[in-house]
């Protein structure tokens, strides 16, 4: 069975600072999605990347990069610089390909503090 | 374009009632998922529907149920309210059967509370 675990409860860190949100999964198959989405306050869950199985390359996007590693699986999530409206919950999700649904991990809550 | 559209935002029942919760997808989107949020279980998967017919149920009591009508547009409906029940539930649509590689967008969800 599908599963993805997010160790990082909650990370505060000051305007400026580099983080990075770790994202472990596990899957038996050989094609699967993971995703990142955002939850600001306001609880609507916005996506922020996919990236299929067989793509690991690194992906860059402004102040956002992702790092995909099969050989250890994660999938871990960089803000550099980090501002004060990046402060959310950022969720990990993994769907296999035939999967029924999309496995969420229990989110790590970041807060940037000016 | 508009995007998901969940009503009522908040709802106040107490144990015992039922409640109906309704989510308009993304126009031209058949796909619509429903996931509860609570802070001890996180985010749990409770069913979807495509082209009016549920597809993936998860691990959620017979209290729990929905339905898709032909505009896509859902409801999912919960009987018999608990304490537990209290959360915030998400609606979620995609344009392809899913999930697989569709990407969910979601709306801004109906928080419940059950006193």
């Known amino acids: 069975a599908q599963k993805v675990t997010q160790a990082q409860t909650e990370i505060s860190v000051v305007e400026k600072e580099d983080v990075t949100l770790d994202c472990v999964y596990e899957?038996?198959?050989?094609?699967?999605?993971l995703f990142w989405y955002k939850q600001p306050p306001s609880g609507e869950l916005v996506f922020l990347i996919r990236?299929?199985?067989?793509?690991?390359q690194n992906e860059i996007s402004g102040r956002y990069s992702w790092n995909f590693q099969k050989s250890t699986s994660s999938f871990n999530f960089t803000i550099t610089a980090s501002q004060v409206v990046d402060s959310a919950v950022y969720f990990c999700?993994?769907?296999?390909?035939?999967?029924?649904?999309?496995?969420f991990g229990a989110g790590t809550r970041l807060t940037v503090k000016p | 374009k508009a995007g998901v559209t969940q009503t009522p935002r908040y709802l106040i029942k107490t144990r015992g009632q039922q409640v109906t919760l309704s989510c308009s997808p993304i126009?031209?989107?058949?796909?619509v998922s429903w996931y509860q949020q609570t802070p001890g279980q996180g985010l749990q998967f409770l069913f979807e529907?495509?082209?009016?017919?549920?597809?993936n149920k998860g691990n959620f009591p017979g209290r729990f149920s929905g339905r898709q009508f032909s505009n896509s547009r859902s409801e999912m409906n919960v009987s018999t309210l608990e304490l537990g029940d209290s959360a915030l539930y998400l609606c979620?649509?995609?344009?392809?059967?899913?999930?697989?590689?569709?990407?969910?967008?979601f709306g801004a969800g109906s928080r419940l509370t059950v006193l």
């Open positions: 979620a649509s995609s344009g392809g059967q899913g999930p697989g590689a569709n990407v969910l967008t």
């Open positions: 899957t038996r198959d050989t094609t699967y999605y």
């Open positions: 990236r299929n199985s067989f793509d690991e």
């Open positions: 999700a993994l769907s296999e390909a035939q999967g029924d649904d999309m496995r």
């Open positions: 126009s031209g989107h058949r796909s």
């Open positions: 529907y495509f082209s009016e017919t549920q597809r």
